[in-house]
């Protein structure tokens, strides 16, 4: 009996590395041949002594401000929220539907979660080396690449000329000094 748990073991443990490996290249997939959109930004800035620096994300989309709240209160709590983007890439929530089939062409399906007032649509923390937090003041915008089954990575913030913001050309503050006169300008 003692043989037969080692090969479940060992099973087991392939077919969690197996649906990691799958997940990983889920990713690389949506990061390589997912559209770009950008997401307007209402960010938080909260510090954590475990995790180092950090920006918590709220995309002003998922935040339901763009209608009434009374008219979600029977929404399923998972589906899709579809999202109109513009000549720019800028999307504007349009709708909720549990598929992604019926879209425009400049429309796009971006999987939700919801939440008590809000909805999840992933991404919403974004880690940054200590000290250069301050260049991530002028963030407007969220990168996320989307692909055709909803999914979406956020790959950058963005400034509002969508401008990527750079955080390895931008030089670190010492610890304690921010204040007017000792914020650097990121490097050009």
């Known amino acids: 009996m003692k043989k037969y748990w080692k090969y479940i073991f060992i099973g087991a443990f392939l077919m969690v590395l197996g649906a990691f490996n799958y997940q990983i290249f889920h990713k690389e997939e949506t990061l390589k041949n997912g559209d770009l959109i950008f997401l307007e930004l209402a960010p938080k800035d909260p510090r954590s002594l475990m995790q180092g620096d950090y920006m918590v994300l709220r995309y002003k989309i998922a935040s339901m401000e763009w209608d009434s709240l009374s008219k979600y209160e029977n929404l399923p709590s998972r589906g899709f929220l579809v999202v109109s983007v513009n000549d720019k890439k800028i999307g504007e929530g349009k709708r909720f539907q549990q598929s992604t089939y019926g879209l425009k062409p400049n429309e796009y399906a971006l999987k939700y979660f919801k939440k008590e007032f809000s909805f999840n649509i ?67």
């Open 122 to 188: 992933g991404a919403e923390s974004y880690f940054f080396q200590e000290g250069k937090g301050y260049a991530l003041d002028s963030a407007r915008y969220g990168g996320l690449r989307v692909d055709k089954q909803g999914n979406s990575l956020l790959i950058g913030l963005y400034d509002r000329n969508l401008k990527l913001i750079d955080l390895e050309k931008v030089k670190v503050l010492e610890k304690n000094i921010r204040t007017n006169e000792s914020v650097e300008e990121p490097i050009q």
